[in-house]
């Protein structure tokens, strides 16, 4: 025999509106607040206390299930997607509501607060006197959506989940139902067509509702935020072709700003580090452009001058001397000879082609050689370097840059000159980048966030401006971040951290101050006597040894 009693479905429901009587109620002139509050309460089964309560942060609009999530009665948190007809008569309301600051979806019309009990009992009971229906009440529409879901043959335990009850004998079931299996079950209650149905969807499928006016909330296409006036003078500077420094924090937009920097003879690297690597790389697009002229080894200064019996692939661009045993026509290395059908200009023989002949050539070769031989190639100021980033500059890459601007146009970006490295940009027109002003940060944050799922605009735009500071790289990494949720929630908001941005006070030159005046009133009190003053100090400098101690630690 089993022991655990078993409760009988329950197929009806008592004192419930029939589906005519529900139309006809439908059918009754009445502002939109009590429209949509009836279309909730007869289309989610929200008890009176519950419709009234209900906030504005209750209602999820979400692409796959718009709901209402709001705590039910013994405080148990309950979850219950909207129909297309609920969303409508809620969308109307929301979008004509025009009170702002009201936490609750359906407020008193004069002063924005919670609406009584006995107001919607007032209302109601008017509005069914005029579709003639008598012994209405508002519990009679919370009855009315479990009748309907029981009259569509929804599971027993799909009702008990949707209505919030909680009865004795199913306190030790666990049911778990999806929310799709909960939308499928509340969209039977619409009983629209499917053309007005199919028509609500549409209209619905990308609303959302921050809980104030939405105008000019309209996310254009990416697109550069702010930097206009260094831009220009960036392109200014590149037509008159003078040297250019971009100076700021990371993140900031200089890699941004030089990879919007077009012409016809520009190279674009990285860094200059490593310095063998930056140069070849330098060498290659030269020589992809048509523009390097390879020499031998044997003619770079100071390279081995080993003597060969034939000319082999390194002896790119030297001309043929008659003991060579070939004539110019016969020789099928050197750099001008006639190009064979179907040769591109980047093309050697052999069994290394293009560039890769050069670098095997080459391979010896050390970086004052590659650097001559890059240089003997071009006409001052003829070609732009744009150097990506110059934060790891050294004595080496120093040096290089100092040769390399002596032809080229130099456009880079660092973080901050050091005083040892002033003398390498001592010519350079340096252009500062700060952190956006908040009128463009919001706007990289509309547009980094566009077509994204946010539930609370407002909170969301000042808490990534309160993280970024304004960075512009740490506003496109938290919006990235938020985006990886299924939907931007105030939870995920308020969760989300960034402190890349977060700009760092250095206390050490203070902790050095404060120290040297403890030292100082040390030695002071000793030579004028005071025991006391002369322990405090000593106390003083041991404490302030302990934090530099300490300071360093961290700092490793």
Same mark, same amino acid.
Request: charged fraction near 30%; aromatic fraction near 6%.
């Given at each position: 025999?089993?022991?655990?009693?078993?409760?009988?479905?329950?197929?009806?429901?008592?004192?419930?509106?029939?589906?005519?009587?529900?139309?006809?109620?439908?059918? +009754?002139?009445?502002?939109?607040?009590?429209?949509?509050?009836?279309?909730?309460?007869?289309?989610? &089964?929200?008890?009176?206390?519950?419709?009234?309560?209900?906030?504005?942060?209750?209602?999820?609009?979400?692409?796959?299930?718009?709901?209402? @999530?709001?705590?039910?009665?013994?405080?148990?948190? @309950?979850?219950?997607?909207?129909?297309?007809?609920?969303?409508?008569?809620?969308?109307?309301?929301?979008?004509?509501? &025009?009170?702002?600051?009201?936490?609750?979806?359906?407020?008193?019309?004069?002063?924005?607060?919670?609406?009584?009990?006995?107001?919607?009992? /007032?209302?109601?009971? #008017?509005? /069914?006197?005029?579709? %003639?229906?008598?012994?209405?009440?508002?519990?009679?529409?919370?009855?009315?959506?479990?009748?309907?879901?029981?009259?569509?043959?929804?599971?027993?335990?799909?009702?008990?989940?949707?209505?919030?009850?909680?009865?004795?004998?199913?306190?030790?079931?666990?049911?778990? +139902?999806?929310?799709?299996?909960?939308?499928?079950?509340?969209?039977?209650?619409?009983?629209?067509?499917?053309?007005?149905?199919?028509?609500?969807?549409?209209?619905?499928?990308?609303?959302?509702?921050?809980?104030?006016?939405?105008?000019?909330?309209?996310?254009?296409?990416?697109?550069?935020?702010?930097?206009?006036?260094?831009?220009?003078?960036?392109? +200014?500077?590149?037509?008159?072709?003078?040297?250019?420094?971009?100076?700021?924090?990371?993140?900031?937009?200089?890699?941004?700003?030089? /990879?919007?920097?077009? &012409?016809?003879?520009?190279?674009?690297?990285?860094?200059?580090?490593?310095?063998?690597?930056?140069? !070849?790389?330098?060498?290659?697009?030269?020589?992809?452009?048509?523009?390097?002229?390879?020499?031998?080894?044997?003619?770079?200064?100071?390279?081995?001058?080993?003597?060969?019996?034939?000319?082999?692939?390194?002896?790119? &661009?030297?001309?043929?001397?008659?003991?060579?045993?070939?004539?110019?026509?016969?020789?099928?290395?050197?750099?001008?000879?006639?190009?064979?059908?179907?040769?591109?200009?980047?093309?050697?023989?052999?069994?290394?082609?293009?560039?890769?002949?050069?670098?095997?050539?080459? %391979? #010896?070769?050390?970086?004052?050689?590659?650097?001559?031989? +890059?240089?003997?190639?071009?006409?001052?100021?003829?070609?732009?370097?744009?150097?990506?980033?110059?934060?790891?500059?050294?004595?080496?890459?120093?040096?290089?840059?100092?040769?390399?601007?002596?032809?080229?146009?130099?456009?880079?970006?660092?973080?901050?000159?050091?005083?040892?490295?002033?003398?390498?940009?001592?010519?350079?027109?340096?252009?500062?980048?700060?952190?956006?002003?908040?009128?463009?940060?919001?706007?990289? !944050?509309?547009?980094?966030?566009?077509?994204?799922?946010?539930?609370?605009?407002?909170?969301?735009?000042?808490?990534?401006?309160?993280?970024?500071?304004?960075?512009?790289?740490?506003?496109?990494? !938290?919006?990235?971040?938020?985006?990886?949720?299924?939907?931007?929630?105030?939870?995920?908001?308020?969760?989300?951290?960034?402190?890349?941005?977060?700009?760092?006070?250095?206390?050490?030159?203070?902790?050095?101050?404060?120290?040297?005046?403890?030292? /100082?009133?040390?030695?002071?009190?000793?030579?004028?006597?005071? !025991?006391?003053?002369?322990?405090?100090?000593?106390?003083?400098?041991?404490?302030?040894?302990?934090?530099?101690?300490?300071?360093?630690?961290?700092?490793?």
């Amino acid at each position: 025999m089993n022991d655990t009693p078993s409760a009988p479905p329950r197929t009806h429901l008592p004192k419930a509106l029939t589906p005519d009587e529900l139309d006809a109620l439908r059918m +009754v002139p009445m502002n939109l607040r009590d429209r949509a509050l009836i279309a909730v309460m007869a289309g989610c &089964g929200l008890r009176v206390s519950e419709a009234c309560g209900l906030g504005v942060d209750n209602v999820y609009w979400s692409n796959d299930t718009p709901a209402l @999530r709001f705590a039910g009665k013994r405080g148990k948190e @309950r979850v219950v997607p909207m129909n297309l007809e609920v969303q409508d008569a809620l969308r109307d309301w929301l979008d004509m509501r &025009g009170i702002e600051g009201s936490p609750y979806v359906f407020c008193n019309l004069r002063t924005g607060g919670r609406l009584s009990r006995k107001t919607v009992w /007032a209302s109601l009971k #008017r509005y /069914a006197a005029r579709a %003639t229906i008598r012994h209405v009440h508002p519990h009679m529409l919370r009855h009315t959506f479990g009748t309907s879901l029981a009259d569509k043959n929804v599971p027993v335990e799909r009702i008990r989940e949707l209505m919030g009850h909680a009865k004795m004998e199913m306190s030790q079931i666990y049911i778990s +139902v999806s929310a799709e299996q909960k939308k499928d079950a509340v969209e039977r209650i619409d009983r629209r067509s499917r053309l007005i149905r199919w028509l609500s969807r549409q209209r619905n499928r990308g609303y959302r509702f921050f809980g104030r006016p939405r105008k000019g909330l309209v996310f254009s296409a990416p697109q550069t935020v702010g930097r206009r006036e260094e831009l220009r003078r960036l392109r +200014v500077n590149l037509e008159k072709g003078i040297d250019t420094l971009l100076l700021g924090p990371v993140g900031v937009g200089k890699s941004h700003l030089l /990879a919007l920097l077009d &012409g016809d003879r520009l190279i674009r690297v990285k860094g200059l580090s490593p310095v063998r690597q930056a140069v !070849i790389g330098i060498a290659e697009a030269l020589y992809e452009a048509g523009a390097l002229r390879p020499c031998a080894a044997e003619d770079i200064p100071g390279e081995d001058q080993t003597p060969r019996a034939h000319p082999k692939a390194g002896d790119l &661009g030297r001309p043929l001397q008659p003991d060579d045993g070939e004539t110019p026509e016969e020789d099928q290395t050197a750099m001008g000879r006639p190009l064979d059908a179907g040769e591109g200009p980047g093309d050697a023989p052999g069994d290394a082609t293009g560039f890769d002949a050069v670098k095997k050539a080459h %391979t #010896r070769t050390a970086v004052q050689g590659w650097t001559q031989m +890059v240089l003997d190639c071009v006409e001052e100021n003829a070609w732009t370097l744009v150097i990506d980033d110059l934060s790891d500059l050294s004595a080496s890459t120093g040096r290089l840059l100092d040769r390399l601007n002596r032809k080229f146009v130099v456009f880079a970006a660092l973080h901050e000159v050091r005083p040892a490295h002033e003398r390498y940009f001592w010519k350079f027109d340096r252009i500062g980048l700060d952190a956006l002003p908040p009128a463009d940060a919001r706007r990289l !944050i509309g547009q980094c966030a566009a077509g994204a799922d946010v539930e609370d605009l407002r909170l969301f735009e000042t808490a990534v401006w309160r993280q970024s500071a304004g960075n512009p790289r740490a506003v496109i990494e !938290i919006v990235d971040r938020l985006r990886k949720e299924p939907a931007i929630t105030r939870t995920a908001v308020r969760d989300v951290a960034h402190t890349g941005a977060v700009r760092k006070i250095d206390l050490t030159p203070a902790l050095m101050v404060v120290a040297m005046v403890l030292v /100082a009133a040390r030695f002071i009190a000793r030579g004028a006597g005071s !025991i006391d003053g002369y322990l405090i100090a000593g106390v003083g400098s041991a404490v302030m040894m302990g934090l530099r101690f300490f300071m360093f630690r961290l700092r490793r």
